[in-house]
């Protein structure tokens, strides 16, 4: 018994040994065939091998630049082909490329986009190519022209296995050069369809002033513009001066002072720079009246008008003659005079009696005559106008003086002498002879006295 169930283990072991190499073997198989499918599908039709397909567009256009310059398909890894074809630069010089082309490629120039099945190249939603035709390792038939070698070329609407696939674009400018699909290497030569460029435009829209006095001015500009650059301002401001203000803005200001008065015509001028051209626009808009009026020299009469001049008007209007309180002899003489737009610069006054005249700013003098008589005394008046000096007088400036000859006092009469009474020799009557003698002394006395003081009074 032992036995028999030894050999039963034996047998299965056998059986299991068995049924793992055979799950391996069709493991084996299954794996070679996916590689091989997988090989197949990067395989023969393609110009390069697995095509150049690595993730970012700095890379595609890397991997392209390699397989170029290499000039090899990568074949040699594929388990059908088993070799490079050497056949790459012409296939893209079809479809547009050159070496210095390819050397030139850059993201600023290389794009990544789509191949549609009816023929449209469109890159950032755009349509740059039409008609397209993709080479492939195809046979030779119907509908296919050749390229060079095995490789033909044919309308994607001919025949296309999908209805779109990502290319890597190549732009000359503004064209699309050439394409190629970035999962096969395929080349696709199509008819460029040029972006149209965005119409440039460009206005001068208003031109204001900001008056900062009579003769005093600020002007602000503005301009729009699309698709352009604004590089400057040229105000002209009528009066044959101008200046320039450079900036990229859409608006600018400047100053200007007029000389003289007048109606003048200010205006500016845009300058932008478009598609490599420049050009010069204005408007009505930019254009205003700048009125400086003329000075006033007085209310409603402007400078330089014949009513502006102010004639000088002076005179010598009068000679006052005053006689003094305390002197008979002397006398005040005031001068009167008119002086407008003019100024006194002095007076003089002749006394007509051969002194020396005075001279003064002070309109008024005293003089004292040495003498009796008549004397004309005369005046004038010294006054500067427009810049000149002039001295006036006239008949009203002229008075006379009469000085009187002083009274001579009128001289006393002599009082008569009183005739001598003869000596009488008195007689001897005692004292009662005295005493009358003494009597009549008194009133002797008295009379004389009396007459001695009248005389001194009539003095």
């Excluded at 674009?169 to 999962?183: H, I, T």
């Excluded at 001897?428 to 002797?444: E, P, Q």
Aim: hydrophobic share 35%; charged share 20%.
């Amino acid at each position: 018994m032992f036995k028999n169930i030894l050999n039963k283990g034996r047998f299965m072991l056998v059986g299991a040994i068995m049924a793992f190499a055979m799950i391996a073997s069709a493991a084996t198989t299954l794996m070679n065939n996916t590689t091989a499918a997988a090989a197949s599908s990067c395989d023969k039709v393609n110009i390069v091998y697995c095509g150049v397909n690595k993730g970012s567009l700095s890379s595609d256009i890397n991997s392209f630049k390699d397989y170029y310059n290499t000039n090899k398909s990568g074949h040699k890894s594929s388990p059908t082909v088993k070799k490079d074809y050497t056949d790459i630069q012409a296939v893209y010089n079809w479809a547009g490329a050159s070496k210095s082309i390819v050397s030139g490629m850059t993201t600023s120039n290389t794009k990544l986009g789509t191949l549609y099945k009816d023929g449209r190249i469109v890159v950032n939603g755009q349509t740059v190519g039409t008609d397209a035709w993709v080479s492939a390792r195809f046979n030779s038939g119907s509908g296919f022209t050749h390229v060079t070698s095995n490789v033909y070329a044919r309308k994607t609407t001919t025949s296309f296995a999908n209805s779109s696939a990502p290319v890597l674009v190549y732009f000359n400018g503004d064209k699309m050069g050439f394409a190629v699909m970035l999962d096969c290497g395929n080349a696709v030569k199509a008819t460029p369809k040029t972006t149209p460029k965005p119409v440039a435009s460009m206005s001068c829209d208003l031109l204001t002033l900001d008056k900062k006095g009579d003769k005093d001015f600020g002007f602000n500009a503005k301009a729009s513009v699309k698709n352009a650059t604004i590089k400057n301002y040229s105000f002209d401001f009528g009066d044959g001066q101008n200046k320039d203000v450079p900036t990229s803005a859409t608006s600018a200001s400047t100053s200007h002072s007029y000389a003289k008065a007048g109606t003048y015509t200010a205006s500016v001028k845009v300058t932008v720079v478009a598609d490599g051209k420049t050009k010069t626009v204005t408007s009505a808009k930019c254009a205003v009246q700048v009125k400086i009026a003329q000075p006033e020299c007085k209310p409603g009469i402007p400078v330089g008008d014949q009513r502006c001049e102010e004639k000088p008007v002076y005179a010598c209007n009068e000679l006052v003659i005053t006689a003094t309180e305390n002197n008979t002899k002397q006398y005040n003489f005031t001068v009167k005079a008119t002086a407008e737009n003019a100024v006194i610069n002095g007076y003089t006054v002749d006394f007509g009696d051969g002194t020396a005249a005075y001279e003064g700013t002070d309109g008024s003098v005293d003089h004292t005559y040495a003498k009796a008589g008549t004397y004309t005394a005369k005046a004038s008046v010294k006054v500067t106008a427009n810049g000149k000096t002039v001295v006036v007088s006239g008949d009203k400036c002229v008075g006379q003086v009469t000085i009187p000859e002083t009274p001579t006092p009128p001289e006393t009469p002599e009082t008569p002498s009183t005739p001598e009474t003869p000596a009488q020799e008195l007689p001897n009557t005692g004292a009662g002879n005295m005493i009358g003698l003494f009597s009549g002394f008194s009133i002797a006395g008295t009379a004389a006295h009396r007459l001695f003081t009248r005389r001194r009074g009539d003095r």
